[in-house]
Each structure stands twice: as C-alpha cells, then as structure tokens.
C-alpha cells in the first residue's frame, strides 16, 4: 500500500506555488493553502480517489492564479481538469450571476464534483464556526454590510446543500448540515445582540 501518491504531494506543491503570497479573508494572515488542504484532508478521509482529491487541492487554482485549464491538464491529467472545471467560477460575471451559474452547474454536476464543492464548503464554513465561538464575526473580513451578506451567503449556502444532498454517496453531508446550521445561529444571535447594542 502508497500512503502518499506522489501525484498527490505534487499537487500540493503546485497548489503552494500557485498561490504563494495569498491569504484567507477569514481568518487574516492565513496562507491560502490551508484551505485547499482542509477540503483534501476532507475528501481523503471520505474516501474518495487520489483524483478527487488532488481535484479538491487545485479547485481554486483556474479561479485564483495565473494557471490554466492546460496547465491543470498538462501536470494531472483530463479527469483531473474536468473535476476543477466543474467547480470553478467564472469571475467574469458579477458576484451575484457567477454564484446562480455555479448553482445550476452543480445541480448537473457527477457525485465528484458535488463531493469537492461540499468540501469546500464545509472547510470555509468550519473556518467561520471557529472564530464565531471565540466571538469574532467572520463576515465584517467579506463586507462593510456584514449582515446583509450573511443573508445572501446563507441563502445560497442552503441551495448547494440541496443539490449536494441529492448524492448519497457523500458521508460527510451530515457534518456539513450541523456546521452550517451552527455558522447560521450563531451569526444571528451575533448580529441581534449588535443591533440592540
């Protein structure tokens, strides 16, 4: 038995080259890579092919750095690529219309591709959990409206969980509900408790 496919470590470190010099909004000062690990941490641990999780290490990479399609194709292969496309956004549009494309791409999307979007979702939102329980609000690093985004992010949250619920083939969806659910009360009361103050 490989316990580190060597398709893997390069993957990680073509994903620390690619984004060398970015940081997490949430939390500051974070170098990037620590989410692209969590979500392949994630999938590894579900149980899902040395692919997907090499996939789930460069989902960013087409988005957020100067890499290709070709690039990500060249080093790791078709499946590799069609696994990033399907969860990539298309920067071009606006914030609103990139996330609604996202959104119906998803809902056609193959288990894989659900399965990296739901890792990604629950490291960003364990991310916010962590500094919501020690009294920080995570949404004032994404907007000067931090309430009003919240709600769009919420909404939005809720529907790619109903189209990832859709795959039964996903273990991890349940923690995923409880972290999201937890994120979602605890920014309320957050934000209650600030408008009263």
Known sequence: MTYLNPKILEAIEFASIAHKGQFRKFPPSIPYISHLMAVAE???RAGFADEVVIAGLLHDIIEDT???AEDVKE???D???ELVLGVTENKSLSWAERKEKYLVNLQAASVEVKAISAADLLANRLSNLLGLRRGIN???SFSQTPAAYARKIFEIDRRRMEIIKQSENIPFIPELEAVAKEVEDITHT??????NE
């Open 42 to 44: 994630i999938l590894s």
């Open 66 to 68: 100067r890499y290709t």
């Open 75 to 77: 080093k790791f292969g």
């Open 79 to 81: 499946k590799v690529l």
């Open 138 to 140: 995570p949404w004032l």
């Open 190 to 195: 957050m934000l209650s408790n600030a408008s």
